[in-house]
């Protein structure tokens, strides 16, 4: 059995410290937060996963991903896409050498091959164009299904941040999916910023401008919430207690939207203590409230 490693007390204690302060310096934080759990991570196991990286489905440089698969042979297990963050502007599928590999060695060990996707930032594709790129790895990823050996039923899709939009976008807005509906089994939402938004508060308000323009009349319209429907896909949501500004509105925003649509409540999920970036970058360790839950979700 793998042995995980614990998130240090410091760290807790840290985490604890700078929570109620996030919104201060986000970036900062950020940062912080980073540094901090890539130093834990590089204890987590690894050794039952088979890593392929730079797999190309595009022209451009970021139009990458890394395929992480279980070295247990299957012929029909479930994938995972997941989706990273990065105020729409910057940010990596490899943040650090930890993060975020970390989130697709957890489901790997689990048996889910895992797809680390890279995507087009802003600057060099502008809305819809990430979510496009996320229509393209799960077309690849249906289109491999037989040689991946996973069953084309059962891809799911995990965004973080403004990761979180470009899934959610691609999963709700029939504009984004194919005809024949996302091809999904369901959608993961983490931390997500599901409503596009130039308000005063939010720190990364000239970013999001960057990526959907700066006409905030248009906002609604290329929202995923406002794309939200009785048939849409199952979806998971879970944010953290100390968030990036109204990311927590929006996301229980989401939640109540897809219960009025669909007149049952998605499993959602606040993480306590956690803040907008260990949410995510403790995954993988010996914490494991979250990971437990998408697996649920996931084999459910």
Same mark, same amino acid.
């Given at each position: 059995m793998a042995i995980l490693p614990e998130i240090p007390a410091s760290l807790r204690v840290l985490m604890a410290e700078v929570g109620p302060r996030w919104a201060e310096d986000t970036r900062g934080h950020i940062a912080l937060m980073l540094e901090k759990f890539s130093e834990v991570l590089v204890w987590a196991p690894k050794q039952d996963v088979s890593v392929q990286r730079n797999i190309s489905y595009g022209s451009h440089e970021r139009q990458n991903f890394d395929l992480f698969v279980p070295k247990v042979h299957a012929s029909s297990r479930p994938a995972l896409i997941f989706v990273h963050g990065g105020a729409f502007t910057h940010g990596n599928r490899n943040r650090t050498p930890e993060i975020y590999s970390n989130v697709l060695y957890y489901f790997a060990r689990h048996g889910i091959l895992g797809i680390n996707a890279g995507y087009r930032l802003a600057g060099d594709a502008v809305y819809p164009g990430a979510a496009m790129d996320v229509a393209s790895v799960v077309a690849w990823t249906r289109? *491999? /299904? #037989?040689? =991946? +050996? @996973? *069953?084309? *039923?059962? @891809?799911?899709l995990m965004g973080h941040s403004a990761g979180g939009a470009h899934v959610g976008s691609y999963a709700f807005d029939s504009r984004i999916h194919p005809a024949e509906g996302p091809g999904l089994a369901g959608l993961l939402i983490v931390s997500g910023r599901v409503r596009a938004d130039n308000r005063a508060g939010n720190p990364n308000a000239q970013r999001v401008e960057t990526y959907y323009g700066s006409d905030s009349s248009i906002y609604e319209n290329v929202s995923p919430v406002s794309h939200v429907t009785r048939d849409s896909v199952r979806t998971f949501i879970a944010f953290a207690e100390y968030e990036n500004p109204f990311i927590d509105v929006y996301c229980l925003e989401l939640a109540y939207r897809l219960a009025a649509a669909k007149g049952v409540s998605p499993q959602v999920l606040q993480m306590k203590g956690h803040n907008h970036t260990s949410i995510i970058a403790h995954m *993988?360790? /010996? #914490?494991?409230? =979250? +990971?437990? /839950?998408c697996l649920d979700f996931i084999f459910s």
């Open positions: 289109a *491999n /299904a #037989e040689t =991946l +050996g @996973i *069953n084309p *039923n059962r @891809i799911f *993988n360790t /010996a #914490e494991d409230k =979250l +990971g437990r /839950a």
